[in-house]
């Protein structure tokens, strides 16, 4: 059964502290791994895909990296406004379309 | 450009109630998914459509859960017989075809008395 772990749960950080969130997951085969972030009351947000191991993505303070057996959201010199629910999501090369979130890690950047 | 879009954003119904919940994907996306998330848990699949083809109902709880989308764009969930474990946020999703990223819109909170 794919699974995805996300850690820690809870995260408090001062702005301008770097730091890196953490996501394992087990899959029959990769297709995607997905990170979305959610702010309260809304949907998830899409941040990036990776397809294979080796493979990094940035935006703006974020940069995702992916290695075989996990995944790691680094936030770089955050902001109050990066506050917010970090979601990890796999896709597998079964067939099916659907994702499998984890339970994220909430992030809350102080002033 | 217009996101996903699902109405009603809050339901109140009473157990034993049957919902519709509603959901306009972005236009042109071809493949449509639901959700369902408990408090502070994240998303948990219910069901996958490619155009107006039900692909995937794996995740639907119960034969109570039904969800249609009839000519290829909105989509209903329907829960029939509403119990207190259904409440939750109900989510969907769409995408432009297969493995692309999947938009989600903010939701259906429901909650059954």
């Known amino acids: 059964e794919d699974q995805v772990t996300q850690s820690p749960e809870a995260l408090r950080l001062q702005e301008g502290e770097s730091s890196s969130l953490n996501c394992s997951y087990t899959v029959s085969g990769l297709r995607g791994l997905f990170w979305y972030r959610q702010d309260p009351g809304k949907g998830p947000e899409f941040l990036f895909t990776l397809y294979s191991a080796g493979e990094e993505k940035e935006k703006e303070r974020l940069k995702a990296t992916l290695t075989k057996k996990e995944s790691f959201l680094h936030i770089t010199a955050p902001k109050p406004e990066d506050s917010a629910t970090y979601l990890c999501?796999?896709?597998?090369?079964?067939?099916?379309?659907?994702?499998?979130f984890g339970t994220g890690t909430r992030l809350l950047v102080s002033p | 450009g217009a996101g996903v879009s699902q109405s009603p954003r809050y339901k109140v119904a009473k157990r034993g109630q049957d919902v519709a919940l509603r959901c306009d994907p972005i236009?042109?996306?071809?493949?449509l998914f639901w959700y369902q998330q408990a408090l502070g848990q994240g998303p948990e699949f219910l069901t996958y459509f490619q155009n107006e083809a039900q692909l995937d109902k794996s995740g639907l709880p119960s034969d109570r859960f039904f969800a249609e989308r009839p000519e290829g764009s909105v989509s209903t969930l329907k829960i029939q017989r509403t119990q207190q474990e259904d409440s939750a946020v109900y989510l969907c999703?769409?995408?432009?075809?297969?493995?692309?990223?999947?938009?989600f819109g903010d939701g259906t909170r429901l909650s059954i008395l």
């Open positions: 999501a796999v896709q597998a090369n079964t067939g099916f379309q659907k994702l499998v």
């Open positions: 999703a769409s995408s432009t075809g297969a493995y692309q990223p999947q938009h």
């Open positions: 236009s042109g996306h071809v493949s």
